[in-house]
T-cell receptor, first 113, second 114 residues
């Protein structure tokens, strides 16, 4: 059973379009992180959210943590071809910062010029 | 800035052989994680170490073992390799002092079992 459900799993859009990726769970997370991964490379951290209802912006990317800390969303405005990649949400259920990080299945985004 | 270093980057082995992957965490990071990622799949947690002690265990097969040494580098030992072990193996490090223990990943070691 997947602890973190990401949707959609695949997304192909045109340059300039907006999109939202969702990460949902029935579990409460002490923190949730979003990573971006390119083929053959390790995931790279984009953002960490720790407070319920928190919203963080990173240029054209907006991240939101649900009030109950069970879900999160990533919204990209005016997508660019350089945004193409695998987006992974990952969460910790325990209070320790050394606990294992559980990943969602990932969302593969393709932005066509 | 120094990142997580993994070696080797690529490894080809035959079935039933043994392989060892190495990971050098970011300096002053006290926690190391190992993940396995198959083609088109999300990273699966294998095992983690905090201050040289195993801190958590995931879906690591009994044929695999790992340890963290006094200099904080870690090694993942894989024996009796099977075709299904072919995957990207990522090491990540973090520090307890971080905001939420963000993981910093290495570039991965690609293991191919023939």
């Amino acid at each position: 059973t997947q602890l973190l459900e990401q949707s959609p799993q695949f997304l192909s859009i045109q340059e300039g379009e907006n999109l939202t990726v969702y990460c949902n769970s029935s579990s409460v997370f002490s923190s949730l992180q979003w990573y971006r991964q390119e083929p053959g490379e390790g995931p790279v951290l984009l953002v960490t959210v720790v407070t319920g209802g928190e919203v963080k912006k990173l240029k054209r990317l907006t991240f939101q943590f649900g009030d109950a800390r069970k879900d999160s969303s990533l919204h990209i405005t005016a997508a660019q071809p350089g945004d193409t990649g695998l987006y992974l949400c990952a969460g910790r259920t325990g209070s320790s910062n050394t606990g294992k990080l559980i990943f969602g299945q990932g969302t593969t985004l393709q932005v066509k010029p | 800035a120094a990142g997580v270093i993994q070696s080797p980057r690529h490894l080809i082995k035959e079935k039933r052989e043994t392989a060892t992957l190495k990971c050098y965490p970011i300096p002053r990071h006290d926690t190391v994680y190992w993940y396995q990622q198959g083609p088109g799949q999300d990273p699966q947690f294998l095992i983690s170490f905090y201050e040289k002690m195993q801190s958590d265990k995931g879906s690591i097969p009994d044929r695999f073992s790992a340890q963290q040494f006094s200099d904080y580098h870690s090694e993942l030992n894989m024996s009796s390799l099977e075709l299904g072990d072919s995957a990207l193996y990522f090491c990540a490090s973090s520090t307890l002092a971080g905001v939420a223990g963000e993981l910093f990943f290495g570039e991965g070691s690609r293991l191919t079992v023939l």
